[in-house]
């Protein structure tokens, strides 16, 4: 029997209405039927505000971007928030590497944070975007990190459609890395390539779904950069999607 893996919204799809009214937009998440969220931003709320939010709402928090440099700041605020994964500092100065020697020293860079953060019970992990399947030295930047950095270190949060951008078979990334991928944006595009609710556009779920459950991944989040529709519409087009399948 295939685990039910649980289905969140990375909020930055709805950063427009966050800005405006933060904790009205995550409760219409909460009543679209989302199990939980990756935040991208806490819209000058404390994160004990935020947590206290979340818990009132039934939302879970799967995870969070902030792209604090200073360690101790970044634990405490996890701390706060009671988040125990962010997509934190993994690249030096913040820039992909362009060279074999920068991307050592990103291997490094990752691996050192990584460790940190670790001993403070939070899980560091990086999200790709089409840029990180460039091949240095015959290996994707992707590869660079997630194989010369220490497992338990860095994770990985694979976004499929940026994969798929980049020509590579999203499934067959992920299944590359059993017990790396805890988190998998699951975001679609259409035939021109732009943003588009999940299952409303070209790529393959099915397949993804099911290297998901064979390499262990905990979250799906439900991404979309760029919507053509209002964005809370969208955002419950792509869970009616997960729910058509009986996955929510």
Not at 116 to 141: D, M
Request: net charge neutral; proline share 4%.
């Amino acid at each position: 029997m295939m685990k039910k893996i649980p289905v969140g919204l990375q909020m930055y799809t709805l950063r427009e209405l966050c800005a405006k009214d933060f904790a009205g937009t995550l409760q219409k998440v909460a009543e679209i039927g989302y199990a939980g969220v990756e935040l991208a931003g806490t819209y000058s709320l404390a994160p004990k505000e935020v947590k206290g939010l979340l818990s009132d709402l039934g939302l879970k928090l799967a995870g969070n971007h902030m792209g604090e440099r200073d360690l101790k700041k970044l634990v405490k605020f996890h701390k706060e928030l009671g988040c125990n994964a962010v997509w934190g500092p993994c690249l030096p100065e913040g820039k992909l590497p362009t060279d074999e020697a920068g991307c050592r020293a990103m291997v490094e860079y990752a691996n050192s944070v990584g460790a940190e953060l670790r001993k403070n019970g939070i899980q560091l992990y990086y999200h790709n975007h089409s840029q990180e399947f460039n091949k240095i030295g015959g290996r994707y930047i992707m590869d660079w990190l997630l194989e010369d950095t220490d497992p338990k270190n860095v994770m990985a949060e694979i976004d499929v459609m940026w994969a798929q951008h980049a020509s590579v078979d999203p499934a067959a990334y992920i299944r590359k890395y059993p017990g790396r991928v805890p988190l998998v944006h699951i975001k679609d595009m259409d035939k021109s390539h732009f943003f588009t609710e999940v299952g409303r556009g070209i790529i393959d779920f099915d397949s993804i779904f099911k290297a998901c459950q064979e390499v262990g991944t905990q979250w799906y989040i439900v991404e979309q950069d760029t919507c053509k529709r209002p964005p809370l519409e969208s955002v419950k087009i792509s869970f009616e999607y997960f729910k058509s399948k009986g996955m929510a």
